[in-house]
């Protein structure tokens, strides 16, 4: 019973942020964020090839305390849903008390990770925190996986991570995120019913290039102009309508081949982006972006 009250009194509060936010733009007054993701960290145990944040020169971690203030002003302006990652946010020491200070004031907060760290005792500390969700992420099956994070063992690792928060965080939503590739397109369909298997969520995202850093030592390739196969990766979507545990939407799903097609030919989207006007992205020298 306590679980479901929870869960009612969560969703009001989100509901009622909503509808504050939805009468505060029809009236003309500023916009407050919605949603606010947090890069808590840019240190990272892995080298994944489409991520240029490790390659950072100034590495560095928000400070609990800078966290703890920017989180109570989100929760005052109305925000309803953050996400903590990094880098990797398990490299922090008591990366739990940075969930927990956002769910003081946040109703909903996720975490990302790729899993690797993830033992027992952080399984356990997550199920404390209060977390509502953990998106843990998968790039393909063994072989493609670890090519892509650029570990050896990490593939194994990230499935057992998954085991480990269902039998300590039972209450988590666990959500896998894999970023749509032209190296891993060929096998996402047996990704996508593997993850079924796992009995959790599946979340995809198109491959999005990196900024590159001033003094950054290690060269980043320029994966905007990387190719997809259209006919391979419209089939997958629709593929991808068919499936029960995929949380995206439809009409993201359907926007993937319009973001990457369009980009790659000089455009993208018609008219201007309103991302702004609900979304905010801090980084962990404080930054706020946009």
């Keep these: ?32 964020p919605l949603i606010a993701t947090f890069q808590l960290t840019n240190r990272c145990n892995l080298r994944c090839v489409m991520c240029n944040i490790p390659n950072n020169p100034e590495t560095g971690t928000m400070p609990l305390t800078l966290f703890k203030n920017i989180a109570e002003e989100l929760g005052g302006l109305g925000c309803c849903y953050a996400s903590l990652s990094g880098g990797e946010i398990l490299t922090i020491p008591g990366f739990h008390e940075y969930i927990r200070a956002a769910k003081r004031h946040i109703p909903s907060v996720n975490m990302v990770t790729n ?60 959500v896998v995120n894999t970023v749509i590739a032209p190296w891993n397109l060929h096998e996402l369909h047996e990704l996508t019913e593997f993850v079924s298997l796992l009995g959790v969520l599946h979340k ?32 997958f979507l629709r593929f991808l309508l068919t499936k029960k545990n995929v949380a995206n939407s439809r009409y993201f799903l359907a926007s993937i081949p319009q973001y990457l097609f369009q980009r790659a030919e000089g455009g993208l989207f018609d008219g201007p982006c309103t991302l702004p006007t609900f979304f905010c992205e801090f980084r962990e020298n404080g930054l706020m972006y946009p």
């Design 1 to 32: 019973m306590r679980g479901i009250a929870n869960f009612r009194g969560k969703t009001l509060k989100i509901l009622m942020r909503i509808i504050r936010w939805h009468i505060g733009r029809l009236k003309g007054r500023a916009i407050n």
């Design 115 to 174: 899993g690797t760290l993830l033992n027992e005792d952080a399984a356990k500390e997550i199920a404390k925190s209060g977390v509502d969700s953990v998106a843990i992420s998968l790039d393909g099956m063994e072989r493609t996986h670890e090519e892509t994070r650029g570990l050896p063992g990490s593939f194994e690792k990230t499935i057992n991570a998954i085991a480990l928060l269902k039998r300590y965080s039972p209450g988590v939503k666990i």
């Design 204 to 235: 995809f995202q198109p491959l999005n290039p990196h900024p590159r850093f001033e003094g950054q030592m290690r060269e980043y390739p320029d994966y905007g102009d990387m190719e997809f196969d259209r006919e391979a990766l419209v089939a």
